[in-house]
């Protein structure tokens, strides 16, 4: 079924929008949930939240996008999720590793006061990105936003894990330089 038509359902308040929305986006919600939590049980909770969150923000809400607007609802419960397990000290997820390797280049999670320039820290971030080859910006996107493991964002670009590793650390690198350019002190 085609995604506008996903999308009509939800806001003809028809249930058969969720089944739908399983039946096409289940497996990339998962792997998704799953790259963040690295738990079943957790990854099918988020999922599931994912359709009910989407059932009540459509409408008002119509996305354009219904993968990214799905996509963006599942990593948020699931880092939510990972975040309350993780006061639990249980953990060994992708989420965690690619923020330690992150951990040089970007400031990690501060005060309040920190929170008014997250939103301009990510307005760089996303300059850089669009600064970037394609191939370069796929892989660090499905690292670092999609937390895939270093050899299944390879693996999808059709690349050894060795020039992932490679590619992903000069990146990294240049990331740093560039937000130290802007006045980030890291």
């Known amino acids: 079924m085609e995604d506008s038509a996903i999308v009509a359902l939800y806001w003809e308040r028809n249930e058969?929008?969720?089944k739908e929305t399983s039946d096409?986006?289940?497996?990339?919600l998962?792997?998704?949930a799953w790259n963040i939590l690295a738990d079943r049980e957790d990854a099918e909770e988020s999922v599931n939240d994912t359709y009910l969150h989407a059932w009540n923000a459509m409408p008002p809400?119509?996305?354009?996008?219904?993968?990214?607007?799905?996509g963006r609802i599942t990593r948020h419960l699931s880092i939510d999720i990972y975040r309350k397990r993780r006061s639990a000290k249980r953990g060994g997820s992708e989420y965690a590793l690619s923020l330690d390797e992150l951990a040089d280049c970007v400031p990690g999670e501060g005060s309040p006061e920190d929170a008014f320039a997250a939103e301009e820290l990510a307005d760089h971030i996303n300059r850089f990105l669009r600064g970037l080859a394609p191939e370069?910006?796929?892989l660090f996107i499905c690292r670092y936003y999609y937390?895939?493991?270093?050899?299944?964002?390879?693996?999808?670009?059709?690349?050894?894990?060795?020039?992932?590793?490679?590619?992903?650390?000069?990146?990294?690198?240049?990331?740093?330089?560039?937000?130290?350019?802007?006045?980030?002190?890291?």
């Open 136 to 138: 370069t910006r796929k």
């Open 24 to 28: 096409k986006y289940e497996r990339y």
């Open 16 to 18: 058969s929008a969720i």
């Open 147 to 186: 937390f895939d493991p270093v050899a299944s964002a390879a693996a999808a670009l059709g690349m050894t894990e060795g020039k992932a590793k490679t590619l992903l650390f000069r990146t990294r690198l240049k990331l740093k330089e560039y937000l130290e350019k802007e006045g980030y002190v890291l």
């Open 30 to 32: 998962t792997r998704i």
């Open 61 to 70: 809400h119509r996305p354009a996008a219904l993968s990214a607007f799905l």
